[in-house]
């Protein structure tokens, strides 16, 4: 007989700093703030509350590393090694990122080890086989003597501002493809679960990182974002958060004219026909919300389902969320973890409560739980007789509540699936190819899954159309929006 595999455990984590030109330090006021754990509801750790001061010292040393270091002029493959190692080290270090991010956000552990770490480490060395390949090209001229050629070139300081859920996944979409084009970075993560953050940064460290070309700033948004954001020195900023605070950047990089590229939050339809395989419809639909509590942005929130199997489908995922496995995301067994914070927690019963005034009928969830006595659990949610105009139809609520309406046709589908300010992700489920394809056409969004769910790759490009944000991250298409073009034209004569 096999032995059981160890279960993790909670660890000490220490004090976080920011990291500055190759250099762990306090914030220079010497504040910090505390992360806390969600399911234990105790503090893991105080964490460095940098400030505007701080941005400024950590964007110098970016700019400096860009514009004096050997990082732009290393040679592509000694770059592209860098990258390998920083991916090798991810993935010797999985059992301690797991673990992190289990305690900061809530994420069961194994849902993380088998699935985001494998993913994380995956952009390291698919940005790093890219780096190898960033070339230009002659370009035809009106007059012989005349060679007109480009050359792709780094951006410079790229800001990485990244979101509480999927911390980890989400930086390192951004940080790869920065790195491999040749810039500098300054990373802040959001002020909720910065713990993988610092651990990253000690990564970029111990593979040999240049200093200066990868720095780490906590702090508040609102101040230390804001002064990051606004600064003259950074050239770019990768965003990933909500529709707001993406406008907000948009506007506040506008008098420094900022390159920008906005992955931000989402309302995505999931269409179930009759002829779908109602088992795997069912599955597919239920994790296609409820994975990670909801705190997804491409969580599958709006599911249309054709009427004839409408009230089997809601029967069945009534049942799957009465039998889901709320817990201590480090425990194997878990399947829903607690809410990320005490703020989102609120936030998600607040639209649990919509949802029960509205015409919506609850059929599943609807309460908090706790678990030893602790914890910020939501149970899985369902409300059936949903219609696309309700509040819960139409706002993100980032959190484990799923509507579900009844669609007649396939061109009533489609307008549901459109009708919503956002388009991040889509999902349709059905038996006819045919018929998915051609709906794929239709669908106003950046990721249409036919049959499925939840499935990434570092060469597959991701972002939104509409609210849901602009630039791609991942695939090629991201490599292209950290680097500019120069145009150089030589006279022969
Ligand atoms: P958020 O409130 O917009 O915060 C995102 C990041 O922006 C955090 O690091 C935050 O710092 C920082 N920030 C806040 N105000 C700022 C300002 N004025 N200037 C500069 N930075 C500022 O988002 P969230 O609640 O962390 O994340 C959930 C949202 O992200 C959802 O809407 C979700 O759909 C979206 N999301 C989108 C994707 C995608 O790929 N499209 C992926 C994941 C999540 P503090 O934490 O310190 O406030």
Redo the contacts with the bound molecule.
């Keep these: 007989m096999q032995a059981a595999a160890a279960v993790p455990q909670r660890r000490s984590i220490p004090r976080g700093q920011l990291l500055i030109n190759g250099r762990w330090c306090d914030a220079s006021s010497g504040e910090t703030m505390p992360t806390f754990d969600p399911t234990t509801e105790e503090k893991i750790a105080e964490v460095a509350k940098g400030s505007a001061a701080d941005v400024d010292q950590a964007v110098a040393a970016a700019s400096r590393a860009f514009e004096e270091g050997p990082w732009g002029r290393m040679h592509l493959e000694a770059r592209a090694k860098l990258l390998f190692k920083i991916a090798d080290l991810l993935d010797e270090r999985a059992d301690d990122f797991a673990i992190r991010e289990a305690m900061d956000m809530g994420m069961p552990y194994r849902d993380f080890r088998d699935t985001i770490m494998p993913h994380c480490s995956g952009l390291f060395r698919f940005f790093s086989g890219l780096a190898m390949q960033i070339s230009g090209g002659y370009r035809q001229s009106y007059e012989p003597e005349i060679r007109i050629f480009t050359r792709r070139e780094p951006l410079g300081v790229v800001a990485a501002?990244?979101?509480?859920?999927?911390p980890l996944a989400?930086t390192c979409s951004k940080v790869a493809p920065a790195l491999a084009a040749g810039n500098t970075v300054v990373h802040?993560?959001?002020?909720?679960t910065p713990l993988t953050a610092l651990a990253l940064a000690q990564v970029m460290l111990d593979a040999g990182v240049p200093e200066g070309v990868y720095n780490l700033v906590t702090?508040?948004?609102?101040t230390l974002?804001?002064a990051?954001?606004k600064h003259p020195l950074v050239d770019k900023v990768a965003?990933?958060?909500?529709?707001?605070?993406?406008q907000?950047?948009i506007r506040?990089g506008a008098d420094t004219l900022k390159h920008t590229t906005m992955?931000?939050?989402?309302k995505s339809p999931n269409i179930v026909f009759a002829d779908a395989n109602i088992e795997a419809a069912v599955q597919t639909a239920f994790w296609a919300i409820f994975w990670n509590k909801g705190e997804v942005?491409v969580a599958g929130s709006r599911l249309i389902v054709e009427r004839p199997i409408y009230d089997e489908v809601v029967d069945r995922l009534a049942k799957m969320a009465e039998n889901a496995i709320l817990g201590d995301p480090l425990l194997p067994e878990t399947q829903v973890g607690p809410i990320a914070s005490k703020a989102e927690y609120d936030k998600v019963l607040r639209y649990v409560e919509a949802g029960k005034e509205s015409k919506a009928r609850l059929v599943a969830g609807g309460n908090t739980r706790r678990v030893n006595g602790k914890g910020l659990f939501i149970e899985p949610t369902v409300f059936g007789g949903a219609t696309n105009d309700i509040k819960i139809s139409r706002e993100?609520i980032?959190g484990p509540v799923l509507p579900v309406i009844p669609f007649e046709t396939e061109e009533e589908a489609i307008r549901i699936a459109n009708d919503t300010p956002y388009g991040?992700a889509s999902g349709i489920q059905t038996g006819s190819m045919a018929r998915a394809l051609r709906i794929a056409d239709k669908i106003k969004a950046g990721t249409v899954w036919l049959n499925m769910w939840h499935k990434y790759h570092p060469s597959a490009p991701?972002?939104?159309y509409k609210m849901?944000?602009y630039g791609r991250?991942q695939g090629p298409e991201a490599l292209e929006s950290y680097t500019q073009y120069k145009t150089v034209w030589a006279n022969l004569a």
């Design positions: 501002i990244t979101p509480f859920n999927f989400l802040k993560p959001a002020s909720d702090g508040p948004g609102s974002g804001d990051l954001v965003f990933t958060g909500s529709t707001a605070v993406g907000n950047i506040n992955e931000l939050g989402g942005c993100e980032f991040l991701f972002g939104g849901s944000g991250e």
